[in-house]
């Protein structure tokens, strides 16, 4: 599976159990964002926080998503998550959708084969162009958040030399973004996230699993506003120039970024003012993290060259041990000093970064988490 | 005169008045640092405030030193200020010392011609080695903090094409650093500086102008501690080849300041941990500026190009009136965004640092404070 678990809840409790009786797999994978998810936002929980939970309602191994991979547009999000997967020895993908019976094979093979040739209208996002040339070609309207994650899913599978088999799931919560938590024992993560930023407990109580509840009631969750004095503070600290080496940048944003940082009273209110047409609030938020880490366009590497393990089950580890001789890429359970200044420099600074707001180390003291 | 005024006490009034007494000068003008001081640390209260105490204690005029020379190493500062008073038009320059009468031009001539050439011991300071230096050229000990200061006036004044008159003054505290508050009227700015972080309300009192007192008690006063977290995020988040372009980043210490700037608890404590036998606390904390404001080493330049009027009575308007056509160098009082994004740019980005922790605009809005 494919995964941010931010927080992990009885949604993806459900996918899970059904992945599992649906395959009768020997072990269960998740690839996971780390300590900042696909959108651009720090995840509520850390890294070890999401993967104890996940371990805890039935994942055996659960593997980082690099930074690299993890905070990018959708379609690299899914071939970095994908391709880990397949170098993990997965011979099914699994993954909730809002139409699983949705012709994913026949949408992928329809999708643009160039990123921006056929996008030349300036007034729109890329998603939305990308989306009505879908509609076009194959007649299928894809609008829903999670079919559209699973057809990228399905197109970087299809890339693979030898494609996994796909699982569509049917997923019981209608919209990923819908925000309004129902009656049901299954919601949304956004609509989860909402319900927390109001402290609504009772509500959050009925839909995640007891473990979740509990860390999010002891533990210290982080969003975007913790960070938004550090992020304000580089954007004018830094000059035009030093922005525009900033990966991502482009199109003048640099210019509206500065000028909603010196005008703005809080996080929300600088995304109001620095959205324009032709950019997505996930767009922002990622050249936003870009910003705050210091990402130039040197950096970004999205080649898999190791496998961070950030926790196993004793039916993950045995599966681990059992593979990782064969791994064409160093399995990484420890960092030290050499991976800090080197391949795992940038997941480094994004925990590091995470650690400056909460002061809890996230790789140096680390060991993977055990499920005992 | 050449001031910080961190902040304007009763020894400043003196030194004022018995300036004025002995030269019965037709005008007094201050060349001031604006929002950080020479020492590397942002002035308790801001260029406006302090300005506005000077002016209300016998200023005619106050002129911003720039921050390229305010925040630099003693000789470069004062070879700012004193060529900004001379352009003004200054035909005296007074400052306090420890020993008024000691031979200052002996000594400035007596001054190494290469800042370098004499100091090749790795483990003293440059202050210790250039000291040490002086004493054995001439046979005098020049240690008092404010007869350094002077001789460091009078040697950039040696350089003028016409050289301005010294008027050394007695000062009445003994030593700019000492940090006691005695029975006196008069104390250190060291002294009142550490009286404040102590709340000691009725030993300042004895020592500021009723002014001044007002001003500290009503107004946000601004310390390290304030831009501590946003030092320590820019330490982590730059790489060490980033934090290389710094100006002044030298001998390796960017290891040390990231080194610290990971375990330290606060600025002190980081302080005291990247603190090497080769870097002064001073030289460290200027550092530290330039890394908050993302000097690079292409950014800095000591030339006078322009004149900031930070505030003025009727006499120093006339004065100005007067002068200010003949000047090479244009008069501003109100800045532009041509400005800003020009000549202006350093002096700005440190006002905005300021206006990120006190809300105060520092120069967009602002138009010179006038003494009526």
């Known amino acids: 599976m494919i995964a941010e678990y931010n927080p992990f809840h009885n949604g993806h409790r459900y996918q899970l159990a059904t992945a599992k009786r649906l395959t009768g797999a020997d072990v269960s994978i998740a690839v996971m964002s780390g300590n900042w998810v696909q959108r651009g936002e720090p995840a509520l929980l850390d890294k070890w926080q999401r993967t104890e939970l996940a371990l805890q309602n039935g994942l055996d191994l659960v593997v980082e998503l690099p930074f690299s991979m993890?905070?990018?547009?959708?379609?690299?999000?899914?071939?970095?998550?994908?391709?880990?997967?397949?170098?993990?020895?997965?011979?099914?993908?699994?993954f909730g959708a809002e139409h699983p019976d949705m012709d994913f094979s026949t949408l992928a093979a329809n999708r643009p084969a160039s990123q921006t040739a056929h996008f030349k209208q300036f007034d729109e996002t890329y998603p939305t162009l990308f989306n009505d040339y879908l509609q076009q070609q194959t007649g299928i309207d894809l609008r829903a958040s999670?079919?559209?994650?699973?057809?990228?899913?399905?197109?970087?599978n299809q890339q693979l030399q030898s494609p996994m088999t796909i699982l569509p799931i049917q997923r019981l919560a209608s919209d990923h973004r819908s925000d309004a938590l129902g009656d049901s024992s299954i919601a949304s993560g956004a609509a989860i996230r909402k319900a927390l930023t109001e402290a609504q407990w009772p509500a959050v109580a009925q839909v995640v699993p007891q473990q979740t509840l509990t860390a999010l009631?002891?533990?210290?969750?982080?969003t975007w506003d913790a960070f938004w004095p550090l992020l304000r503070y580089q954007l004018?600290?830094?000059?035009?120039?030093?922005?525009?080496?900033?990966?991502?940048?482009?199109?003048?944003?640099?210019?509206?970024l500065k000028q909603a940082a010196l005008e703005a009273n809080d996080f929300q209110d600088f995304l109001r003012r620095a959205k324009t047409k032709r950019f997505t609030y996930s767009r922002l938020q990622r050249l936003c993290v870009y910003v705050l880490l210091q990402v130039t366009t040197a950096v970004p590497n999205t080649l898999t060259r190791y496998c961070r393990i950030l926790g196993f089950s004793q039916t993950g580890q045995q599966y681990l041990n059992r593979i990782k001789k064969t791994l064409p890429v160093p399995v990484v359970t420890k960092v030290t000093d050499d991976w800090i200044n080197g391949p795992y420099f940038l997941d480094y600074q994004a925990g590091l970064l995470r650690q400056m707001i909460t002061g809890r180390d996230q790789d140096r003291l680390q060991h993977p988490v055990i499920l005992r």
């Open 70 to 94: 993890a905070v990018q547009p959708a379609h690299l999000f899914a071939s970095g998550a994908v391709n880990m997967l397949s170098l993990l020895g997965c011979d099914t993908l699994a």
């Open 146 to 156: 999670n079919d559209i994650l699973g057809f990228t899913y399905v197109a970087a």
């Open 236 to 256: 004018l600290a830094q000059s035009i120039e030093q922005l525009q080496r900033i990966y991502q940048m482009s199109e003048g944003i640099e210019y509206r």
């Open 217 to 222: 009631r002891t533990q210290q969750t982080v």
